[in-house]
């Protein structure tokens, strides 16, 4: 072969070279810009596609800060919540003598999510098992869509859910800081009788009758026969009331989580919670937080058509036989709850 024509074909080569990188590359700027426009896109069962928060408003901005009009109208309603939370601190600052620094140990309450930038602190028997499934969907990066199908049990199981304890200082720090911060409240005295229904009157609670029920009885029941005293499962409110009050049992260890107060489980003194919910509007102010965290489109919180949910009523009914004397001593235990919170005294309670 001529060497000229040997040239040309090299040339050729090298030109269509030349021209397959150039499409790569153009084929991978476009792919990169697309990216940056779409950030980590994921594809929910519904069809919707859900984007973290990267690069559009976060839900503390949403808060502090709203676009839409109906949406500042509830602003205002939790600016006067979250006052509400200050203005008790200071007061029992002030009278208390009590000082305390959180440590690590004191955030296992605090769930995080942070594709969406949320911390959410569970209360037990303040819908906590319907809030969990809701958390496992927001972080579970598509694995659920509908929190109904997450078995209850599954949604109480630790490894499920990031606790923000589980982060460095700094970490916990800047999280503290950026995420928007919330929990939900019950009437104390409701959520109490719910605790008390739901672990000493169902016959399947055997740990709690086993742990708590053979030790209130042992103390608070004289001439306890030792079937009871073995089994623990016929415990009466009157006596876990009388167990609630007595000082030996704070002394000896902390409350169960299921009656252990807000203040102690959440430290809302320390840690600022940018939103209180309450049970009594539970559905409408979890809705809110969904709606804020930019999810609320296509995740809602369950709906409970529950006819044997703990009541008003049923409250007042429980504390008929219980001593004006154990009332008094009670209320000052959950006293700080129900100031917060902004639950009045109860009708029904007779003060000392
Ligand atoms: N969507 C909705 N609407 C209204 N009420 C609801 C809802 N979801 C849960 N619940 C009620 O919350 C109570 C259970 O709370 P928890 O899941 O935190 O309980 S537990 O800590 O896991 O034992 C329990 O209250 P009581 O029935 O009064 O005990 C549930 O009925």
Known sequence: MKPALLEVMRMNRICRMVLATCLGSFILVIFYFQSMLHPVMRRNPFGVDICCRKGSRSPLQELYNPIQLELSNTAVLHQ????????????NSATSRKRRVLTPSDLKHLVVDEDHELIYCYVPKVACTNWKRIMMVLTGRGKYSDPME????EAHVSANLKTLNQYSI?????????????????EPFERLVSAYRNKFTQKYNTSFHKRYGTK???????????????????????EFVAYLIDPHTQREEPFNEHWQTVYSLCHPCHIHYDLVGKYETLEEDSNYV???AGVGSYLKFPTYAKSTRTTDEMTTEFFQNISSEHQTQLYEVYKLDFLMFNYSVPSYLKLE
């Open 80 to 91: 006067m919540r979250r006052d509400q939370v200050t203005d008790t601190c200071r007061a």
């Open 150 to 153: 997450i078995p209850a049990n």
């Open 170 to 186: 700094p970490e916990i720090n800047h999280r503290l800081k950026s995420y928007m911060k919330f929990l939900f409240v019950r």
């Open 216 to 238: 209130i009885i042992k103390r608070q029941r004289k001439n306890a026969t030792q079937e009871a005293l073995r089994r623990g499962d016929d415990v009466k409110f009157e």
């Open 290 to 292: 969904l709606q804020l």
